[in-house]
């Protein structure tokens, strides 16, 4: 095994952040973990008695964070890996979704992974070293309706992501986002925040995109133990990949959307260049 490692993996109670938790244990690292609930802690430091550390944290308490992050540096030293992992998704047509659903989408996904980053970096730069992986999904990348509010959110956080670790190079700290295509995780079940429908001139476009999304929910074709491992191997790896695409469906959905920005850019290439002086 390469060295045993520090992780700090936001929302292990189910999905991901499980699979990933459980397989770094195996694998003899440190990890540790955020929850929301008692019992979920309980479960989470269950899995090694030394080995597993749970925290209850919500990354909207930005606060808490700073609490959290500074206590753990003292009792346990380094953390080499953050993985913000935390997060959720909102289904709903735009106009029939409240500002106030958005905010706390991005809150969620976008505040509290900032939040994370900024918490931990400051130790990881004066090592000059450490690696961050944020969580984002193959929505960072393409979109369809009734997700807006997580796609810009995810968008964000690629955009923020590959910025970041332009800013990080200099100091050794690798910064990974990692975009998932539809996994078996409880995202899409007890997790998803869906508005009610309104306005019945979508009906037509929307309803199908919700049915058939409840309806997959559970049988997604990604397995979360194989994200768990493909994380890992990215966090072993030297030289690890600013992006990295999980499952078949994120790899072609993702290269039709480039190969379809890429035509229309060349097709609108006249107009674009007739802005310069
Ligand atoms: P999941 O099983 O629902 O797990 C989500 C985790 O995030 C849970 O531990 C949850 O804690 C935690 N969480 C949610 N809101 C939080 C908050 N405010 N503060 C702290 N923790 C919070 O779903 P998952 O698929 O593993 O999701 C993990 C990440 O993968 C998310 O960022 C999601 O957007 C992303 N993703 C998922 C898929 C997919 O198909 N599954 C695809 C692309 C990207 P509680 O148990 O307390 O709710």
Not at 194 to 202: E, F, V
Not at 238 to 258: E, F, I, T, W, Y
């Amino acid at each position: 095994m390469a060295s045993a490692k520090t992780l700090f993996i936001t929302g292990v109670s189910s999905g991901f952040g499980q699979a990933l938790a459980q397989h770094a244990l195996a694998a003899g690292h440190r990890v540790i973990g955020t929850v929301r609930s008692r019992e979920a802690l309980q479960a989470f430091e269950a899995l090694d008695a030394t080995r597993a550390v749970g925290r209850l944290l919500d990354v909207t308490d930005a606060e808490q964070i700073d609490k959290v992050v500074g206590e753990i540096s003292s009792s346990m030293g380094e953390v080499d890996v953050l993985v913000n992992n935390a997060g959720y998704g909102h289904e709903g047509i735009l106009e029939e979704s409240s500002l106030a659903e958005m905010r706390r989408q991005f809150d969620v996904n976008v505040f509290g992974a900032v939040a994370m980053i900024k918490a931990l970096l400051p130790g990881m730069r004066q090592r000059r070293r450490g690696h961050i992986i944020n969580i984002t999904s193959m929505g960072g990348f393409i979109t369809l309706p009734g997700i807006s509010y997580y796609c810009g959110s995810k968008f964000a956080l690629e955009g923020i992501s590959e910025t970041l670790s332009k800013e990080l190079a200099p100091f050794n700290i690798h910064v990974t986002a990692v975009a998932p295509g539809s996994f078996r995780t409880d995202w899409a079940g007890r997790s998803m925040v869906r508005s009610a429908r309104t306005i019945p001139d979508y009906d037509a476009l929307f309803d199908p995109v919700r049915q058939a999304r409840q309806e997959k929910s559970g049988r997604q074709p990604g397995d979360p133990v194989k994200a768990a491992q493909a994380i890992l191997a990215a966090i072993e790896s030297p030289n690890p990949p600013v992006h990295l695409l999980l499952g078949s469906d994120a790899l072609s959905l993702v290269r039709q959307k480039l190969a379809a920005l890429s035509q229309e850019i060349a097709e609108w290439e006249t107009l674009t260049r007739s802005t310069d002086a």
